[in-house]
């Protein structure tokens, strides 16, 4: 099998990773994006997003000459499929935007010759498989003649090189020819188990494991708004519930970020409104904790200025979707900053993991505690961890007060 091309379409967070992996592998590797900024500094063995290892990985795949990256799909006997799946956020559920998936799938129409492998990796609703089999008809494919298959990645951003290799796999093809071809494929690179379904319960799969955290942390989000209304440490009691053999809490935040476990769970929604009532609610619960986050600073706000008779200078502390990174997407900690400042003048600003932002003068961490009047916590990035905050005034909505690990 490695004797093959490999057509990677869409050089992104999982693109770019998997088709290193696969130059690495021995895999002839064409790399597409849309972008020409992307094509041109991948060819010169540079990448354009932020992980580890990937430096590397990329600069042997393209000096081997093993990766060459292009702005248009060409010939290959490999097809993988690795765009975006965003949605439109109108109305009171975001529906799939297949956009990007579909004008992929014509992208690679006219190269696609029997005996080929089509496999789609974005997350993606169920039935999408089906509709790129469809999609390929219509656009002429010999589709009896090919394999099409599902196969969702589950990296955890950050380790994407190491679990990209030892991570379980999932696959399922639209039927079982394509499930046992895209099989054989995925065992030549992964260490993991390889497992194999159908193309629906892949894609529902991918789905229902963000949808668990999803669910898991709305869950521990009321249970922070409860605690709070009972004067109770919720991180104190998660960690004793967590005591029990069969219970798992997650952690409460201000929210929850990033580009999966905020998104996925819409993808269920849309597809059954009337059935996931409860994956649509922890999505409510998990977005009206950022509400909350913002009415209990003000309420505080409000208190330290009919006490003192002066307005009290806050500091948001972290802005990122999670401890430790860089990434502002979908986050719930930016999301705070930015109204706290269209109510607070003055407003602090700290994100340790970042140099600049277009909205904020960010502000060292050390300069913020020693100038706050009121220090809030938004993400338990490890600078924020034994700062001395003895007789501050502070909201901690992260856990950086109690010794709580995210998983
Ligand atoms: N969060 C909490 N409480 C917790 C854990 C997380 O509030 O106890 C929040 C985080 O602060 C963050 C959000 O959830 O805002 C998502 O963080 P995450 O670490 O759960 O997930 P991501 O988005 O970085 O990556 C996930 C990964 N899922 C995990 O189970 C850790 C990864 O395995 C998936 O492959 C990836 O989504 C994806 O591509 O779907």
Not at 16 to 39: E, F, M, R, S, W
Not at 125 to 153: R, S, W
Not at 332 to 342: G, R, S, V, W
Request: aromatic share 8%.
């Amino acid at each position: 099998m490695k004797n093959k091309t490999v057509c990677v379409v869409g050089l992104g967070y999982i693109g770019l990773p998997t088709a290193a992996l696969l130059a690495n592998n021995g895999y002839q590797v064409i790399g597409v994006d849309v972008d020409p900024k992307v094509v041109e500094t991948i060819n010169q063995g540079k990448i354009h997003i932020v992980e580890p290892d990937l430096d590397s990985f990329v600069q042997s795949a393209v000096f081997s000459g093993r990766l060459k990256a292009y702005t248009t799909p060409q010939a290959g006997d490999i097809f993988i499929l690795s765009v975006p799946t965003p949605f439109y956020n109108t109305g009171e559920i975001p529906q799939p935007n297949l956009e990007y998936v579909l004008t992929a799938t014509k992208a690679i129409a006219p190269y696609i010759t029997t005996g080929n492998l089509v496999i789609l990796e974005s997350t993606s609703p169920v039935g999408t498989t089906t509709q790129v089999y469809e999609t390929l008809k219509a656009e002429g494919v010999d589709v009896e003649n090919i394999f099409i298959a599902y196969c969702p990645e589950r990296v955890l951003p950050g380790k994407i090189m190491v679990e990209l290799i030892e991570n379980d796999r999932i696959v399922g093809g639209i039927n079982p020819a394509s499930t046992q071809e895209v099989k054989t494929f995925y065992k030549t690179f992964v260490q993991g188990k390889v497992l194999e379904t159908d193309s629906q319960t892949a894609e529902m799969s991918k789905l229902v494991e963000n949808s668990y955290r999803d669910v898991n942390i709305a869950f521990a989000n009321e249970l922070s708004l409860l605690s709070d209304a009972n004067g109770i440490n919720v991180y104190e009691l998660i960690r004793l519930a967590n005591h029990h053999p069969r219970v798992n809490i997650l952690q409460p935040g201000c929210g929850v970020g990033g580009h999966c476990i905020a998104v996925d769970p819409w993808f269920l929604v849309a597809k059954n409104p009337d059935l996931a009532r409860l994956i649509h609610t922890a999505r409510k619960v998990n977005d009206f904790k950022a509400d909350w986050v913002i009415e209990k600073v003000k309420s505080t706000a409000l208190a330290f200025e009919l006490e003192q008779h002066r307005k009290p200078k806050i500091a948001c502390m972290g802005l990122a979707f999670k401890p430790d990174i860089d990434d502002l997407r979908e986050s719930p900690a930016l999301a705070i900053a930015k109204a706290l400042q269209t109510q607070f003048e003055n407003l602090l600003v700290v994100e340790p993991n970042i140099k600049q932002h277009i909205d904020f003068n960010l502000v060292n961490y050390n300069d913020a505690v020693e100038q706050a009047d009121i220090l809030v916590f938004l993400v338990k990035h490890k600078e924020f961890i034994g700062l001395e905050l003895d007789g501050r005034l502070v909201l901690d909505f992260c856990g950086i007060l109690t010794e709580v690990e995210f998983k």
